[in-house]
């Protein structure tokens, strides 16, 4: 059965209150040329009395305090782009569908609604700005049930993860009537390192045809690996090493590739505390956490010693940054490499997402929208309500080699 999704408004919405208006250059890692882009989310609630006219008078307050965000992306020096504080605002979109959250199963994988219908996509003669040079959209979509769904495009140059949930935690914040967001922004990007090192050239990327899977994991589960690593090595540990040990292994196992091939998994972690940053900074700031090891290496150790090259790595990480940030390498530590063997992990579950509440509770779920057949890539959530633990979205494999990879994952002994 299809169900529609009809626009009822859409157009820019601007700051409550007149703001500043210089251009405020971005920090190296900002300007890096795969954060030039539109991150899409959707966040789903499960009821709420006028949404959109909430959040869309929530926003108008809480850009007045974010005002770059309601700016455009200029280049007035190739390379290095800027925020242009023009104010001339967020493109926000209002719409309904003709069907309950339970018809479409909460937009639960395979989406039974387009994600093109959740998130705006505005004609160019309706928004003259291009993509790339826009840092923010958003769309509600109401609900027969009552329920509604954010659908969101933020552009990383303008955010990390962390700082754009900043930001619709403040949206929020004003919805439920605050005078001002709990946590007040601070731009402050001149404290990002500024090293000289260029970024090195675009991947290649190859089309890899990647099945998409979605896992659930309860906490108890969790919980029992994180004990188990406790008495392993008298260390604690979190749910993301646990969960990122595992996949990394059920992964291996499953390309079932020569002993002596490499395979690389890599995230990214916040420094923020390695800089000392203000709590209301928003901006970028993040480090590559790479590891390398046989296919041996990792299949024949436990999963609590995969956990074990995990923790090391992430210690590594701060020393490697700060040779970043006092230029003793020439070398762009963000240069990914995209093949096979390769697998990124991103972990959505503690950004602040699940925390945004414009004053009907706090959402069932929220999540990434985008997947690529381009890059092995696993996000990581927090399950959506009722369910309790964690939620696995892997598009990190054909499917010739996923169902090995699921029956391994699924093996929670």
């Known amino acids: ?37 539109l991150v899409e989310s959707m966040h789903l609630f499960k009821s709420g009395s006028e949404p959109a006219k909430v959040i869309k008078e929530a926003l108008a307050k809480a850009l007045v305090f974010f005002y770059p ?28 569908a003709d069907c309950t959250l339970e018809d479409v199963k909460y937009l639960d994988r395979p989406l039974l609604i387009s994600k093109d219908d959740l998130v705006p996509y505005p004609k160019s003669e309706d928004w003259g700005v291009e993509p790339h040079n826009t840092i923010m959209m958003m769309q509600v979509t109401t609900f027969t049930c009552g329920g509604f769904v ?77 004990s188990q690593y406790m008495e392993h090595s008298g260390k604690h540990c979190s749910g993301f090493d646990v969960l990122t040990a595992k996949l990394w292994q059920c992964r291996t196992r499953a390309l079932n590739i020569a002993p002596d091939s490499e395979v690389k998994l890599c995230f990214f972690a916040s420094v923020r505390h390695l800089l000392k940053l ?31 090259i995990i923790r090391k790595a992430k210690e590594r990480m701060a020393v490697e940054f700060f040779q970043f940030a006092k230029e003793e390498v020439d070398t762009d530590p963000f240069q990914m490499t995209f093949n096979y063997e390769s697998v990124y992990v991103s972990d959505w579950s503690k950004l602040g997402f699940v925390d945004v509440d414009y004053g009907f509770g706090k959402p069932m779920f929220c999540g990434p929208l985008v997947n690529n ?37 699924k093996h929670m002994e």
Request: aromatic share 8%; charged share 20%; hydrophobic share 40%.
């Open 1 to 37: 059965m299809g169900f529609t999704v009809t626009k009822i408004s859409e157009g820019p919405v601007k700051p409550a209150s007149p703001t500043p208006c210089p251009t405020l250059p971005l920090a190296w890692v900002d300007r890096y040329p795969t954060h030039r882009g």
């Open 69 to 96: 965000l309601a700016g455009r992306i200029v280049e007035p020096e190739p390379g290095h782009p800027a925020i242009e504080c023009s104010a001339q605002g967020v493109y926000f979109a209002e719409a309904k």
């Open 150 to 226: 954010l659908g969101l495009r933020f552009n990383h140059a303008s955010a990390d993860g962390m700082g754009a949930a900043q930001f619709i935690k403040a949206v929020g914040d004003m919805a439920r009537g605050l005078p001002e967001p709990l946590v007040k922004p601070v731009w402050d990007r001149e404290k990002f390192p500024n090293p000289k090192i260029k970024p090195g050239p675009l991947p290649e990327l190859p089309i890899l045809a990647l099945d998409y899977v979605i896992l659930d994991f309860p906490t108890d589960y969790i919980n029992k690996l994180k």
């Open 278 to 308: 203000d709590k209301g900074y928003y901006g970028n700031s993040i480090f590559p956490v790479k590891m390398t090891a046989t296919s041996e290496k990792v299949l024949n150790s436990t999963i609590l010693e995969v956990v074990d």
């Open 373 to 409: 057949d381009f890059i092995a890539s696993v996000v990581i959530l927090k399950a959506p309500a009722p369910l309790d633990g964690t939620r696995i979205l892997a598009s990190c494999l054909t499917k010739e080699h996923s169902e090995e990879f699921v029956r391994g994952m």
